[in-house]
């Protein structure tokens, strides 16, 4: 009953921008800690960003901080990650996650979305 869909992947210069989308449907929006990961060929995934319940408290990872935004709006029951000045190291399936709480770990969220490329072209 719970369903997450990302959209916004796609081809973008190293430099540029880009503003990826997560759909919410099944369950309150406001009722989840709300997460991106990502996952590059070979790597596992790894932990992007998160956003509190109301959308006050945030988490990033070192790599993307000051370049990537993460921010939700639970009227339209939509989580976004604005990327900003991406870099070809930041190329990867991009999913955003449902859990109880702000983690890191993958297997600390309970729900996910089907993943959506972003190549990042230097």
């Known amino acids: 009953q719970v369903q997450l869909v990302e959209s916004g992947g796609g081809l973008v210069q190293a430099g540029g921008s880009l503003r990826l989308s997560c759909a919410y449907s099944g369950r309150a929006f406001s009722g989840y800690i709300m997460a991106w990961f990502r996952q590059a060929l070979g790597k596992e995934r790894e932990f992007v960003a998160a956003?509190?319940?109301?959308?006050?408290?945030?988490s990033y990872t070192d790599s993307v901080k000051g370049r990537f935004t993460i921010s939700r709006d639970n009227v339209k029951n939509t989580l976004y990650l604005q990327m900003n000045s991406p870099k070809p190291e930041d190329t990867a399936v991009y999913y955003c996650?449902?859990?109880?709480?702000?983690?890191?770990?993958?297997?600390?969220?309970?729900?996910w979305g089907q993943g959506t490329q972003v190549t990042v072209s230097s």
């Open positions: 996650a449902a859990g109880g709480v702000i983690a890191t770990m993958p297997h600390d969220y309970n729900y």
């Open positions: 956003i509190s319940r109301s959308g006050s408290d945030t």
